[in-house]
C-alpha cells in the first residue's frame, strides 16, 4: 500500500564524493519531487533525510560517521521521520548500519537508487500498518542490483541550469589494489547509445551548455553491449545528435584507454572541450606496480606528448596518491619529478588510506601518518608551483568563458570556467550566468584567473 501525504513532504538530500554521487542524488531528487516531495532548506525540517555516500577514502566515510550522531535527536523530534543512506557506503558495510546506528531505515546501494521511493513508501506504510496507530519497527535493505542495467534513465529534474550531468556508464573492471569502487559500484555496465543520445538531446533542446560525461574510465565505454560503438564513437555521435550543446567534457580516463583516436576525437569535434583528466596515481614504476595500475609512467609520458601533439592547448589534470605502501623517499621523489616533467594544470592529490576489502591491505600501511602528510605538502605546493606559472602564461589573453555563478560577497562577480576548465572571475553589472562571453585575463590569484568582459 501507498501512502498518499496530506500535506507535501520535504527531503533533505546530502552528497559526499565524486561527480557520479552528485548525478546519483539529482536522480533520486527527481524522482522523490515526482511523489510531491519538496526540499528541505535545513535538516531538522525533513520528513526524510538521505545521506548519498562514498567510500573511495577512509576521510570521506568518517565525515558520513560524524554526521550520524543527532539521528537520535531528530528521531526523537519527529517519529515518522524516514533516514537513509545511499550509495557506496551502504553498499559497503550494508546491515552493519542497522546494527551501528538503528534510527537508520533504509540501506540503498548504486544499483538500487531508482527503488527510492518505493521503499520509503514501504516504510512509512508498515509503521502504521493495521491503522492502529501504533509505529512499528521496519528496516529496508537494498543492494542486490549492482551489476544490472542503468536504472536511472529519464528522469527530468536538474539541480543546475547551465551545467548538466551524464551517466554513461558505471562500474570498473580494473582492479587497482587501493580502490574499493569495482566493489561498491560493481562490474563495468556501459549504459545504451539510444539512452545516452536521448538524454544529451533533452539537454540541447533545454538550452544546457556544458555537458559532463561520467563513468569510473568512461574510455572503457562500450563493452558489454550488443552494438559495436565504443568511446570516440560516442562522442561523435553526441556531436551530431546535440550540436546545440557548446561544451562537452567527461572525467574519468583510465590512461590504459586513452589513445589516439580519443585525441583525434577530441581535436575535431568542436563541443569536446579541450581538457583530459588522466590520473597517474604515482610517478614511481615500483608503486605503480603495486597498485596495479597497468602503465609505466614511460608509456604514460609518450600518451601525454601525443595528447600535446593533437591538442597543444589543451589542459591536462591527475590524480596522485602519496604514501602508498612501500613507497620509499626515491618512488616520492619520482612523484616530484614526474610533476616537473609533465607540468600537469592541475593535480587532486590525497594521502593512501586503507580500505577494507581491497588487494591493499595485505601489503600493509607502513608510511607513517606524518610523513604521508609532509609527502602531501610537499606535493601540494610543488604544483601549486606549476599551475601558478602555467596560469601567468593565460595574462592579456582573450578566451570564452562560460560563467556558472555569481559570487555570495559581491553581487557583481561571477564565476565560470574557461573550455580547458580554468576558473575565471570576472566583474558585470549585469546577470551574466549562463552565458558564453570573452574576457580578458588581467592577471592571476592562485588557481583562479582575473579578466574583465570584451
Known amino acids: 500500500m501507498t501512502l498518499i501525504a496530506q500535506s507535501p513532504k520535504k527531503v533533505f538530500l546530502q552528497t559526499f564524493g565524486c561527480q557520479m554521487n552528485e548525478r546519483d542524488s539529482e536522480a533520486v531528487t527527481g524522482l522523490l519531487f515526482d511523489r510531491g516531495y519538496t526540499h528541505a532548506v535545513e535538516?531538522?525540517?525533513?520528513?526524510?533525510?538521505?545521506?548519498?555516500?562514498?567510500?573511495?577514502?577512509?576521510?570521506?566515510?568518517?565525515?558520513?560517521?560524524?554526521?550520524?550522531?543527532?539521528?537520535?535527536?531528530?528521531?526523537?523530534?519527529?517519529?515518522?521521520?524516514?533516514?537513509?543512506?545511499?550509495?557506496?557506503?551502504?553498499?559497503?558495510?550494508?546491515?552493519?548500519?542497522?546494527?551501528?546506528?538503528p534510527e537508520i531505515d533504509l540501506v540503498c546501494g548504486p544499483g538500487n537508487l531508482n527503488q527510492v521511493?518505493?521503499?520509503?513508501?514501504?516504510?512509512?506504510?508498515?509503521?502504521?500498518?493495521?491503522?492502529?496507530?501504533?509505529?512499528?519497527?521496519?528496516?529496508?535493505?537494498?543492494?542486490?542490483r549492482l551489476n544490472e542495467e542503468y536504472g536511472l534513465d529519464g528522469i527530468q529534474y536538474r539541480a543546475d541550469k547551465v551545467k548538466a550531468l551524464v551517466n554513461?556508464?558505471?562500474?570498473?573492471?580494473?582492479?587497482?589494489?587501493?580502490?574499493?569502487?569495482?566493489?561498491?559500484?560493481?562490474?563495468?555496465?556501459?549504459?545504451?547509445?539510444?539512452?545516452?543520445?536521448?538524454?544529451?538531446?533533452?539537454?540541447?533542446?533545454?538550452?544546457?551548455?556544458?555537458?559532463?560525461?561520467?563513468?569510473?574510465?568512461?574510455?572503457?565505454?562500450?563493452?558489454?553491449?550488443?552494438?559495436?560503438?565504443d568511446f570516440s564513437t560516442l562522442l561523435e555521435k553526441i556531436q551530431e545528435t546535440a550540436p546545440e550543446i557548446s561544451r562537452l567534457r567527461f572525467t574519468t580516463s583510465h590512461p590504459k584507454d586513452a589513445h589516439t583516436r580519443l585525441f583525434q576525437v577530441m581535436r575535431d569535434l568542436p563541443m569536446v572541450c579541450e581538457h583530459l583528466h588522466l590520473p597517474v596515481q604515482s610517478g614511481s614504476n615500483a608503486v605503480l606496480r603495486r597498485m596495479k595500475r597497468e602503465h609505466t609512467i614511460e608509456w604514460y609520458k609518450d600518451q601525454i606528448a601525443e595528447y600535446r601533439t593533437f591538442l597543444p592547448e589543451g589542459s591536462l589534470t591527475t590524480d596522485l596518491i602519496v604514501g602508498f605502501p612501500g613507497e620509499t623517499e626515491?618512488?616520492?621523489?619520482?612523484?616530484?619529478?614526474?610533476?616537473?616533467?609533465?607540468?600537469?594544470?592541475?593535480?587532486?592529490?590525497?594521502?593512501?588510506?586503507?580500505?577494507?576489502?581491497?588487494?591493499?591491505?595485505?601489503?600493509?600501511?607502513?608510511?607513517?601518518?606524518?610523513?604521508?602528510?609532509?609527502?602531501?605538502?610537499?606535493?601540494?605546493?610543488?604544483?601549486?608551483?606549476?599551475?601558478?606559472?602555467?596560469?601567468q602564461t593565460y595574462t592579456g589573453k582573450t578566451t570564452e568563458v562560460l560563467f556558472e555563478i555569481r559570487s555570495k560577497r559581491d553581487k557583481d562577480r561571477f564565476v565560470g570556467r574557461t573550455r580547458d576548465f580554468k576558473r575565471v572571475v570576472a566583474h558585470s553589472s549585469e546577470?551574466?550566468?549562463?552565458?558564453?562571453?570573452?574576457?580578458?585575463?588581467?592577471s592571476v590569484a592562485d588557481e583562479t584567473l582575473l579578466g574583465e568582459l570584451v
Open 43 to 101: 535538516i531538522e525540517e525533513a520528513d526524510l533525510i538521505l545521506y548519498n555516500t562514498c567510500s573511495v577514502r577512509d576521510h570521506a566515510e568518517q565525515k558520513v560517521f560524524g554526521r550520524m550522531g543527532h539521528f537520535r535527536r531528530l528521531k526523537d523530534m519527529n517519529p515518522d521521520l524516514v533516514i537513509g543512506i545511499l550509495g557506496c557506503m551502504a553498499q559497503e558495510h550494508g546491515r552493519q548500519f542497522f546494527k551501528k546506528n
Open 117 to 144: 521511493p518505493a521503499l520509503v513508501d514501504e516504510i512509512l506504510a508498515a509503521r502504521h500498518q493495521g491503522g492502529s496507530g501504533q509505529m512499528n519497527s521496519t528496516k529496508k535493505l537494498a543492494i542486490d
Open 168 to 229: 554513461i556508464m558505471t562500474g570498473c573492471d580494473h582492479r587497482c589494489t587501493y580502490c574499493i569502487v569495482p566493489y561498491t559500484r560493481g562490474d563495468e555496465q556501459s549504459r545504451h547509445s539510444e539512452s545516452v543520445l536521448r538524454e544529451m538531446k533533452d539537454l540541447a533542446s533545454r538550452g544546457y551548455k556544458d555537458v559532463m560525461l561520467l563513468g569510473q574510465n568512461v574510455n572503457s565505454y562500450g563493452k558489454g553491449l550488443e552494438e559495436k560503438i
Open 330 to 391: 626515491k618512488d616520492f621523489q619520482d612523484t616530484l619529478d614526474l610533476l616537473e616533467a609533465v607540468q600537469f594544470d592541475m593535480a587532486y592529490v590525497f594521502a593512501y588510506s586503507p580500505r577494507p576489502g581491497t588487494p591493499a591491505l595485505k601489503l600493509g600501511d607502513d608510511v607513517s601518518a606524518e610523513e604521508k602528510n609532509r609527502r602531501l605538502q610537499e606535493v601540494l605546493v610543488t604544483q601549486r608551483a606549476i599551475a601558478f606559472a602555467k596560469n
Open 431 to 442: 546577470d551574466i550566468c549562463g552565458s558564453l562571453r570573452q574576457a580578458k585575463i588581467l
